[in-house]
């Protein structure tokens, strides 16, 4: 699998200083699971695997830079999301053709217009912006694209994105506030199903007296909780 190298001084100089500033980022591999490449994060602090929901195993971005740096088999570094941080990031899979071109998902890069970078697969993009994905909002769709090989990804906590420093250009520089387009897409996209009404049964004159005097009535072994003899009593009574 062809991966971009990590180029330090882009990381340094274009991954926008509200994100650089916050103590976590991790460091991440590629490891083969299941005959797949699969990004691994890294703690860079104690080399072992770090985790997208264990503080203790993040870092400062500098930490995390001279860590790849020195270690020498790593592939790059990452930025977790946390509720702890206002952030929200958009993974759009294989949005980009061998040239680099959009095949889909260029609307939703023009509709967000916040930091947006070339994945280090070079085949998609990510998106960092001020956001919080609403309760109702899965973590992926799919079927995107001419070939319905594209995926959207949609993450605020629990998750690392590998960070290249790759960003498009016109875009802006910084992790812009996009709370109204993330509630909008997310919408388009996991439609909320409406209430479904229910009937009402007509009230019928002493059918709650007749149903308690059935109950009352019954002669059966229950489980000592009286729920056979309540189901008894509502079949009994058609409630």
Known sequence: MEVLPTDPRLLTETVPLCLRKL??????????????????????????????????TWATFDEALDSFERAGDYAGVGFVFSTEDPFCGIDLDDCLDDHGDFVWGRQIVDRFRCYTEVSPSGRGVKLYFRGEKPDFARAE????????????????????????????PDVPADATERQAELDELCTELWPEDPPVASESLPVVPGRLERCLASILALKVIDHNDGSLRLYTACCRCGT
């Open 23 to 56: 103590p976590q980022w991790v460091c991440w591999k590629y490891v083969d699971r299941d005959g797949k490449p699969t990004k691994v994060p890294v703690s860079p602090r104690f080399g072992y695997n770090a985790s997208s929901s264990n503080r203790a």
């Open 141 to 168: 769709a799919r079927d995107f694209g001419p070939t319905g090989d594209g995926k959207l990804e949609v993450y605020d906590r629990g998750r690392f994105f590998a960070v290249t420093g790759r960003a498009l």
